[in-house]
C-alpha cells in the first residue's frame, strides 16, 4: 500500500494563496505520477491536476490554469499544489491521488484522506 498524506489546506480570503502538499510513504515515489482532485459539497470530484513521475509533464483543469502550480520533489517525496488567486469556488475538499504509472492517465490506484480548503471573506 500507497500512503498519501496531504496537508496545507485551511481559510483563506478569495485572492488569497495557499500551498498543498501530499506526501507519500515510498521510496520508489518517482515512479508514480500524482493528481491533485477536489470535490465540493454536493458536487462531484473533478481533477486538478497532475504532474509525471519525473516532473516533466504537467497538466491543469482550464478553471485553475493560471493560478494553480503542481510540482514535486522527489528527493523528499512529496508534490505540491500552489494554489495562488483563490476563489470561493475553489472551496473543496482537496485530494491527492498515485497512479499506477508514471504518466497521468487511467484512474489513480492510491487516495490520500483529503484536506479541507475554505476560500471565503
Known amino acids: 500500500q500507497l500512503r498519501l498524506v496531504e496537508s496545507g489546506g485551511g481559510l483563506v480570503q478569495p485572492g488569497g494563496s495557499l500551498r498543498l502538499s501530499c506526501a507519500a510513504s515510498?521510496?520508489?515515489?518517482?515512479?508514480?505520477?500524482i493528481g491533485w482532485f477536489r470535490q465540493a459539497p454536493g458536487k462531484d470530484r473533478e481533477g486538478v491536476s497532475c504532474i509525471s513521475g519525473s516532473g516533466g509533464s504537467t497538466n491543469y483543469a482550464d478553471s485553475v490554469k493560471g493560478r494553480f502550480t503542481i510540482s514535486r520533489d522527489n528527493t523528499k517525496n512529496t508534490v505540491y499544489l500552489q494554489m495562488n488567486s483563490l476563489k470561493p469556488e475553489d472551496t473543496a475538499v482537496y485530494y491527492c491521488?498515485?497512479?499506477?504509472?508514471?504518466?497521468?492517465?487511467?484512474?489513480?490506484?492510491?487516495w490520500g484522506q483529503g484536506t479541507q480548503v475554505t476560500v471565503s471573506s
Open positions: 515510498r521510496a520508489t515515489f518517482r515512479a508514480y505520477a
Open positions: 491521488a498515485a497512479y499506477l504509472v508514471d504518466y497521468c492517465s487511467g484512474y489513480p490506484g492510491y
